[in-house]
């Protein structure tokens, strides 16, 4: 089992740039299809983007689609969500999480198996 720690969130103007990166312990990382998920205040826990363990599969919400790059480095046991053009209805905790199990179901929680402990990404207009 992995475990998953974030950083890189911060608070940035509309029209700003963010890179997220999410570190994973364990020497599995390489087979872990992994996905970028947020919540904002008052609302559910939401899909945000996904990469196949392999990288071959990437997967986006619509709402950040041609915003947001997911990426990983399995040398380095981290994936990344590069996030451009920030708006303020970003504003929420981002969670990075894993999937052992290759699920297609990649936009739901439910899928995925570890947890990071989120970092907060605050885009101000």
Same mark, same amino acid.
């Given at each position: 089992?992995?475990? %998953?720690?974030?950083?890189?969130?911060?608070?940035?103007?509309?029209?700003?740039?963010?890179?997220?990166?999410?570190?994973?312990?364990?020497?599995?990382?390489?087979?872990?299809?992994?996905?970028?998920?947020?919540?904002?205040?008052?609302?559910?826990?939401?899909?945000?983007?996904?990469?196949?363990?392999?990288?071959?599969?990437?997967?986006?919400?619509?709402?950040?689609?041609?915003?947001?790059?997911?990426?990983?480095?399995? @040398?380095?046991?981290?994936?990344? %969500?590069?996030?451009?053009? %920030?708006?303020?209805?970003?504003?929420?905790?981002?969670?990075?999480?894993?999937?052992?199990? @290759?699920?297609? %179901?990649?936009?739901?929680?439910?899928?995925?198996?570890?947890?990071?402990?989120?970092?907060?990404?605050?885009?101000?207009?």
């Amino acid at each position: 089992q992995v475990r %998953l720690v974030e950083s890189g969130g911060g608070l940035v103007q509309a029209g700003d740039s963010l890179r997220l990166s999410c570190a994973a312990s364990g020497r599995t990382f390489s087979r872990y299809s992994m996905g970028w998920f947020r919540q904002a205040p008052g609302k559910e826990r939401e899909f945000v983007a996904a990469i196949w363990w392999s990288g071959t599969n990437i997967y986006y919400a619509d709402s950040i689609k041609g915003r947001f790059t997911i990426s990983r480095d399995n @040398a380095k046991n981290t994936v990344y %969500l590069q996030m451009n053009s %920030l708006k303020p209805e970003d504003t929420a905790v981002y969670y990075c999480a894993a999937d052992a199990g @290759a699920s297609t %179901l990649y936009w739901r929680t439910q899928s995925y198996e570890t947890w990071g402990q989120g970092t907060q990404v605050t885009v101000s207009s």
